[in-house]
């Protein structure tokens, strides 16, 4: 097995391993080089750069991929409250990828990047950080539970399970509702091939606001199929009347008249109200995605 550091000279060498692990991976859009290379190594998260320090590894064997390691320092964190912050101490893993039977494999991918967050004295490490994915993946970093022998590797290396979600899909042309007409959106253009989009009512109250994410935009192939909803929320003094669903159908008319088809989202697996919302409004659940942490002390114990 060789170990190869990947830079931009080589790295189209890892993008048949990305579009291979990728297949039947619902955030894994088909994606141009160009957009490959750029997530790979340029990407940024609402206009911020997201790693300020970045490390690609890929495991070589007879000329052939058989896994990879992304993992760096990034130049902010989220809070508890999910406030950002910057000016932090701490290191992620943002992918690790190896064949389901090869753990050998995973090991010596996960001792490098171990061994760089040792050498850079770093002890809180995140592996799948979910917004710190890769840009052409609509931002989603966390692990999909058909990789969840990588998800059992890192548990036994020293990891826990951080945070837990699971992937909604919408065939928005297969659902028959009907645009509301005692309210209206607007929609407006942000950073990063975003959109926010407002919900007033008739007599221009706003009611509720949303994010999105055009994939076609993040991948370079122009292909409009998905869009990724990044959040949808009702104002506190306006929920209870059915205003989700209402807002939910004007996004549908919004994203159908644009010629997109489906709406990918994602909710925390202990949400059951937001889980109960998209399922009665015609989303399919498509897995459980996992992000993880390194226990306290761990990282000594695995280096030394």
Same mark, same amino acid.
């Given at each position: 097995?060789?170990?190869?550091?990947?830079?931009?000279?080589?790295?189209?060498?890892?993008?048949?391993?990305?579009?291979? =692990? !990728?297949?039947?991976?619902?955030?894994? &859009?088909?994606? *141009?080089?160009?957009?490959?290379? +750029? /997530? %790979?190594? #340029?990407?940024?998260?609402?206009?911020?750069?997201?790693?300020?320090?970045?490390?690609?590894?890929?495991?070589?064997?007879?000329?052939?991929?058989?896994?990879?390691?992304?993992?760096?320092?990034?130049?902010?964190?989220?809070?508890?409250?999910?406030?950002?912050?910057?000016?932090?101490? =701490? !290191?992620?893993?943002?992918?690790?990828? &190896?064949?389901? *039977?090869?753990?050998?494999?995973? +090991? /010596? %991918?996960? #001792?490098?990047?171990?061994?760089?967050?040792?050498?850079?004295?770093?002890?809180?490490?995140?592996?799948?950080?979910?917004?710190?994915?890769?840009?052409?993946?609509?931002?989603?970093?966390?692990?999909?539970?058909?990789?969840?022998?990588?998800?059992?590797?890192?548990?036994?290396?020293?990891?826990?399970?951080?945070?837990?979600?699971?992937?909604?899909?919408?065939?928005?042309?297969?659902?028959? /509702?009907?645009?509301?007409?005692?309210?209206?959106?607007?929609?407006?253009?942000?950073?990063?091939?975003?959109?926010?989009?407002?919900?007033?009512?008739?007599?221009?109250?706003?009611?509720?606001?949303?994010?999105?994410?055009?994939?076609?935009?993040?991948?370079?192939?122009?292909?409009?199929?998905?869009?990724?909803?990044?959040?949808?929320?009702?104002?506190?003094?306006?929920?209870?009347?059915?205003?989700?669903?209402?807002?939910?159908?004007?996004?549908?008319?919004?994203?159908?008249?644009?010629?997109?088809?489906?709406?990918?989202?994602?909710?925390?697996?202990?949400?059951?109200?937001?889980?109960?919302?998209?399922?009665?409004?015609?989303?399919?659940?498509?897995?459980?995605?996992?992000?993880?942490?390194?226990?306290?002390?761990?990282?000594?114990?695995?280096?030394?």
């Amino acid at each position: 097995m060789q170990l190869l550091e990947v830079n931009r000279d080589n790295a189209r060498i890892l993008l048949d391993y990305w579009n291979q =692990i !990728g297949e039947n991976i619902p955030y894994f &859009f088909r994606t *141009t080089y160009e957009c490959f290379e +750029r /997530s %790979l190594f #340029d990407d940024t998260y609402e206009g911020m750069t997201i790693f300020r320090t970045n490390k690609v590894y890929l495991a070589q064997e007879e000329g052939q991929v058989k896994g990879f390691i992304q993992f760096g320092i990034p130049t902010f964190h989220f809070t508890e409250a999910g406030k950002i912050t910057e000016g932090i101490n =701490i !290191g992620v893993i943002r992918n690790l990828y &190896f064949e389901e *039977t090869r753990n050998d494999i995973g +090991r /010596s %991918l996960l #001792d490098l990047s171990l061994s760089f967050f040792k050498e850079n004295h770093l002890e809180d490490i995140h592996a799948f950080y979910h917004a710190m994915g890769m840009s052409c993946n609509a931002h989603h970093g966390k692990l999909h539970e058909k990789f969840d022998y990588v998800g059992k590797f890192l548990c036994e290396e020293g990891f826990e399970i951080e945070h837990e979600n699971i992937y909604y899909i919408c065939d928005m042309k297969e659902k028959k /509702s009907e645009c509301p007409n005692n309210s209206y959106i607007e929609a407006s253009e942000i950073e990063d091939n975003r959109q926010r989009i407002m919900l007033f009512d008739q007599n221009d109250k706003a009611l509720g606001s949303a994010e999105m994410k055009y994939i076609d935009k993040l991948t370079g192939t122009g292909e409009n199929d998905a869009v990724y909803l990044a959040w949808i929320g009702i104002d506190e003094k306006a929920r209870g009347k059915g205003l989700g669903t209402e807002f939910l159908n004007h996004i549908f008319h919004h994203c159908l008249k644009k010629g997109y088809r489906y709406l990918h989202t994602d909710t925390a697996l202990n949400n059951k109200t937001a889980q109960k919302f998209y399922m009665r409004n015609g989303f399919t659940n498509k897995g459980i995605t996992r992000s993880y942490v390194l226990k306290r002390n761990r990282l000594s114990a695995k280096i030394s």
